[in-house]
């Protein structure tokens, strides 16, 4: 009798937990994806000129990637997107130290290189932007345009 009580008990468990007890399943998106679309709706609000509105969209985003970051640490993306928004706050010496941690991880990575690249910019140091279009020359990317553009001074970051 008690071994089919325990059965059924460790049953239950294992079914409530398969099935996230007390869940309706629609919050299944993570830290990481939530704070990737207010990245993508701020950028939409800069475009259009609404830079409050992107300012607390890259708030909410930042916050988001913290937390994301703190359950899943030496994720590059999460790192490149940490260094983003804290650049996009004002915040330089946090974007860079993010940065900086995403290349220990990826030194290749076309995102973090691009982004800061656009940072050294943003502070006057052109030499440091230009090793990231370096790394970045090969391949064949979006990023490497787009770093090369803000360095030739084609096209001005906001940020």
């Given amino acids: 009798m008690k071994l089919s009580y325990l059965i059924t008990f460790f049953l239950f468990i294992i079914i409530t937990n398969s099935f996230g007890a007390g869940s309706s399943g629609s919050d299944t998106k993570s830290s990481y994806d939530k704070a990737v679309k207010f990245i993508e709706v701020a950028k939409k609000n800069e475009k259009k000129e609404k830079n409050e509105k992107a300012i607390k969209n890259y708030k909410k985003a930042l916050k988001l990637l913290i937390e994301s970051n703190n359950k899943k640490p030496n ?3 999460t790192l490149n997107y940490l260094g ?8 330089y010496n946090a974007g860079e130290k993010y940065y900086l941690q995403g290349l220990a ?5 076309n995102g973090i290189n691009e982004y800061l690249g656009e940072l050294y910019v943003a ?3 052109i030499d440091l932007a230009k090793e990231r279009l370096k790394v970045l020359e090969t391949c064949n990317c979006e990023e490497y345009a787009e770093l090369n553009d803000i360095i030739m001074g084609i096209k001005k ?3």
């Fill in 75 to 77: 994720n590059a993306d």
């Fill in 157 to 159: 970051s906001k940020y």
């Fill in 105 to 109: 991880l990826e030194p290749k990575h």
């Fill in 123 to 125: 502070t006057n140091r």
């Fill in 84 to 91: 983003f928004t804290s650049r996009k706050l004002g915040d």
